[in-house]
């Protein structure tokens, strides 16, 4: 399947399957992650693949709303970007959630990026201050998004790229 046709099939999914992923296709999609260019090839990015029932339960407790499926996803891989090493951390974790992302739609893995960095948690707490304290990592550590990942059990139609709203586009 050419690139332009996974993207349009990848969609956010945020109901999935009991089934777990397999190491194998954790590695892959972890690996799309480490291929993601960072600037000045800084790689800020920490990846804590959960699979833990547990754990994907408490990480689901450390934001208000919008992120509640996590702890019924087979997995979850969260991204820290270190700000003392990059101030690019925004990027460098986003691009590398992307990578992911693509990589799991190819292999038949659904994802959906939850939005961690400004959101708050369920007593008004940080989000990010609660993830950072869930994984025991310093206060430098920053963190763009989570991705959930799985099978899907309810996933939307894939786009039509000729259906694309071009009108944000301006050629010159
Ligand atoms: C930066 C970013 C943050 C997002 N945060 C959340 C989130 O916190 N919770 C959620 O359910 N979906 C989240 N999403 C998924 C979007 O809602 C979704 O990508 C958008 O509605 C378009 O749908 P599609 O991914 O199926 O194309 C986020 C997506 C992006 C790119």
């Excluded at 087979?74 to 090493?85: C, L, N, Q, Y």
Aim: aromatic share 6%; glycine share 6%.
């Amino acid at each position: 399947m050419d690139l332009l046709e996974l993207m349009a099939k990848r969609r956010s999914v945020r109901k999935f399957t009991d089934e777990p992923l397999s190491q194998e296709q954790l590695d892959r999609i972890l690996d799309a992650g480490l291929l993601a260019p960072t600037s000045m090839n800084r790689r800020p990015c920490t990846f804590y693949a959960v699979t833990d029932k547990d754990t994907l339960a408490e990480i689901s407790a450390c934001k208000k709303a919008g992120g509640t499926f996590i702890k019924d996803a087979p997995a979850a891989i969260v991204v820290f970007g270190d700000e003392a090493k990059a101030d690019t951390w925004m990027e460098d974790t986003s691009i590398a959630l992307s990578f992911m992302m693509l990589e799991a739609e190819s292999i038949g893995i659904s994802t959906c990026f939850v939005q961690i960095a400004f959101r708050k948690g369920q007593d008004g707490s940080d989000a990010e201050d609660n993830l950072r304290s869930l994984f025991h990592v310093p206060q430098s550590y920053r963190i763009s998004g989570i991705l959930a990942l799985g099978k899907a059990d309810q996933k939307p139609a894939p786009y039509d790229t000729a259906k694309l709203d071009r009108s944000c586009i301006v050629k010159i």
